[in-house]
């Protein structure tokens, strides 16, 4: 089994203490060993995640995120990110939502759902929690979700969404743009033999959530499919 090593979270650090293209290109031969072993993990992580959903994502390397910052529109202009990280999105439309990974010492995490949903799909979540919001508040509060995720996160307005009612009892929920759950872990978690193992059961606990809202996607509030 592919692991995080020791050295992957180090080269980080050093980026981040020599973010400049000078030093990265001469010590580019290193990132290329250290971006391997997060190749060959990714790709443990898929062939893992493909058991129990069904991943666009051909490969763990087509997976993982460039290190190169695009800095065009951010005040931000160091060139290199100082984390390794990647996405795999479910196949099909039958399927919602995406996963995403963040290695970093020290703020390592997973997460998953909808970051950007358009505003249609926007729309229809929250016409279906403007109706009936039970069945997502039963899977927030589940032991498992709970223990695992903590709450519901993601970015939120502070008004109310327009066409909704201020009073709906649902307007904590109206008031997301994003849905998304996360997992931290520490970085003896990270080292560790059974890292792979725990970030895919991570993701496999998502599924709940990310079915849920599949099925809120391709059906209108009568259920009756729309895909």
Known sequence: ????????????????????RDWFNANKDRYLKEHENIV???????FEMNKHDVIENQSGKKSLHRIYRDTRFSK????????????????TKKRRGG???HIEAGNTFIAGGFWGPDPKDLKRIRDEFAYDAAP???????KNFVNTFGTLKGEQIKTTPKGF????????????????????????????????????DAFKGMRPFLDYMTEVLITDVNGISIE
């Not at 089994?1 to 400049?20: D, G, R, T, V, Y």
């Not at 100082?82 to 999105?89: V, Y």
């Not at 997502?136 to 589940?142: E, V």
């Open 1 to 20: 089994m592919a692991k995080i090593q020791p050295s992957n979270l180090e080269f980080l650090k050093l980026i981040k203490k020599n973010n400049n």
């Open 40 to 46: 060959a993990f990714a790709d443990v992580l898929l």
């Open 76 to 91: 931000e202009k160091t060139p290199y990110k100082t984390n390794w990280s990647g996405g795999f999105q479910r196949a």
């Open 99 to 101: 996963y995403y990974f």
């Open 136 to 142: 997502l508040r039963k899977i927030l509060k589940s």
């Open 165 to 200: 009612d201020a009073d709906n009892a649902n307007i904590d929920l109206l008031r997301y743009k994003q849905y998304i759950i996360v997992k931290k872990f520490t970085d003896k978690e990270v080292l560790s033999d059974k890292f792979v193992k725990q970030m895919n």
